[in-house]
C-alpha cells in the first residue's frame, strides 16, 4: 500500500492512474496522458498578479509545448510578439501596441480569445493575429478591439484556407493614421480558399474594413498563387471612416470571389465594394455581388 502510495503521490502520479473515457469503444489510458491533451498559460507560471513579462513569457512556453493551449481567463498585457504554432483557445485577453500573436505553423486556430490594440499614435494600427505564407488559419469566435488581422502570402508558393468567422470586431483607428497609411481591419493576400462569414463590424475611422489581394512576391496572374475561391457572407458592418476609401476592395489578380448577404451601414467611404478583379488580367473573374443591403453617403459598387 505504501509503495502505490509513493507512486501515486510523485511527480509522475498521474500515469499510474487509469482512466477510460465513457462510451462505447473508447480506448483506455491513463490519467497523464488525458491532461497532457492540452496545457494552460497557469502551467507555466501566469497568473492574474503575475507581472507582464512573467505571463508573456507563460504564453510563449505554452506556445512552444506544440499543445493546444488555454489563456485560462487571465488578462494579459504583453510585452512582445508571441509566435504560436498550436490552438489558441480562450476565454481570456490579450493587449498589445503591436502585433500579438504570430502564426508560426500550418492549420492554426485562435477561438474566444479577446484582443485589444493600445496604440495611441503613430502610422500603424497593432495587429492582432498575423499569418505570412501559413494555409489553414482560423480565427473565430474573437473579440478585436482596436486591432487588425493579416493574412498574407509574400513567396511565390499556394497558400490555402483562411478562416475569419463569427468575430465581433470594434475598431476605432482614429489615434493612428489611417487615411494614406493601409491600416485595413482585415487584409488578406494571395490565399486560395477565404471564407471571412457571420462577422459584426462597427468601424470608426478605418482606412478599409477589407482588402483582397494578390500575393506580395509578384503578381500571379493565371497562376495558382493568386486570391481566388473568397466567400464574404453574412456579415454586419456598420460605421464611418475620414479615409474617403472602401469598405471592400477587392484587387487586381483576385477572382472566383463571392460577396453576398451582407448588411452595409457606412458613411464616408468612397465606395461600399470596388471590384478590380476584372482589369487587367487573362482568366475568367467569376465575381458575384448578389442580396447585399448596402447604405452609404457615396457610391454603393464601383468597377
Known sequence: VDNKAVAINGAAGAANVGYTP????????????????FVSVKDFGASATASDAVNTAAIQAAAATGLPFT??????NLTGSVTITNDLLGPGK???????????????????????GTATGGTSVPIAVSAINRSGVTVRNCYLKNCRVTARNTALARQ??????????DADFT??????????????????GVWITGNNFTVLNVHRV????????????????????VFVTNNRIVGSTDSNKQVMDLYFFTSDITVSQNMIEVTGFGTVIENKTGEAQDYTQNTFITGNKISN???GIGL
Open 297 to 299: 453617403d457615396f457610391a
Open 94 to 116: 490579450l493587449l498589445r501596441d503591436g502585433t500579438m500573436l504570430s502564426v508560426g505553423a500550418d492549420g492554426v486556430v485562435v477561438d474566444g480569445v479577446e484582443f485589444e
Open 160 to 169: 490555402t484556407d483562411f478562416r475569419f468567422q463569427n468575430n465581433t470586431v
Open 210 to 229: 477589407l482588402k483582397i489581394a494578390d500575393t506580395e512576391a509578384a503578381t500571379t496572374s493565371g497562376t495558382a498563387f493568386r486570391a481566388r475561391n
Open 22 to 37: 465513457a462510451g462505447t469503444g473508447a480506448v483506455a489510458t491513463n490519467v497523464q496522458s488525458k491532461l497532457r491533451e
Open 71 to 76: 489563456l485560462a481567463g487571465l488578462t494579459i
Open 175 to 192: 489615434l493612428v493614421e489611417h487615411v494614406t497609411n493601409q491600416n485595413d481591419v482585415v487584409t488578406v493576400r494571395g490565399i486560395d
